[in-house]
């Protein structure tokens, strides 16, 4: 079954530290999004992407980078962590259903800065 | 910047009881997405509406999305301990913004036995 996967599901870093957050979808969804959730905010957009060699910025980018190179992977980048970054961070892939544009979600990573 | 406004943030009932959930917007959206997410997961699709006025039931859940298509709901009948969770709406833009969604904070829900 296609599926969407995200790792690790648990991080602690320090601040200053580069992290990398893996988020491999086998579904063939040529668009991938980023989002963090945080109480009170709902899900907001990081960085999403519709297709290999494309990336773009959402409405939370800044510290936060994102490359494709394939169409499964789309790794996000804390070039320098912050413990505003602590959040619970969401990998998703969509694809158009004729009617509407449907996400799917993997099971997120619990990411602590201290 | 569209804004998805759900109400309320907090709901805790009894089994038995009926709720509604609000999502309000003064943007218009061309599709209105509710999503259910239990804790240590991510958000499950539930339905999708696209028309002003569609009304989608799935079991004892109801949809309804607003003729102006800025608003939705979703009512639940009779609640059951299992329908505890957080409920996401979302909104899809359409156009240049196709793909992307717009999700509303959320509705936390908790059914008492």
């Known amino acids: 079954d296609a599926e969407i996967t995200q790792s690790p599901r648990h991080k602690i870093t320090e601040t200053g530290r580069q992290v990398t957050l893996a988020c491999h979808q086998t579904?063939?969804?040529?668009?991938m999004f980023w989002y963090r959730q945080d109480l009170g905010h709902g899900l907001r957009l990081i960085h999403y992407?519709?297709?290999?060699?494309?990336?773009n910025k959402g409405e939370v980018s800044d510290g936060y980078s994102v490359s494709r190179s394939n169409t499964e992977d789309l790794p996000l980048t804390l070039e320098s962590a912050a413990s505003s970054q602590t959040s619970v961070y969401f990998c998703a892939s969509s694809e158009w259903t004729g009617y509407a544009d449907e996400q799917f979600f993997g099971p997120g990573t619990r990411l602590t800065v201290l | 910047t569209q804004l998805l406004e759900q109400s309320p943030q907090f709901l805790s009932i009894q089994e038995g009881e009926n709720l509604t959930v609000y999502c309000n917007s003064s943007?218009?959206?061309?599709?209105l997405q509710w999503y259910r997410q239990e804790p240590g997961e991510g958000p499950v699709l539930l339905v999708t509406v696209v028309t002003g006025g569609e009304v989608k039931k799935l079991k004892r859940l109801t949809f309804q999305f607003g003729d102006a298509r800025k608003d939705s709901s979703l009512h639940i009948t009779a609640a059951q301990p299992g329908d505890t969770g957080l409920y996401l709406c979302a909104g899809g833009a359409g156009g240049t913004s196709y793909g992307k969604l717009t999700f509303g904070q959320g509705t936390i829900l908790t059914v008492h036995p």
């Open positions: 579904w063939n969804h040529n668009n």
């Open positions: 992407s519709y297709g290999v060699q494309d990336t």
């Open positions: 943007s218009v959206f061309s599709s």
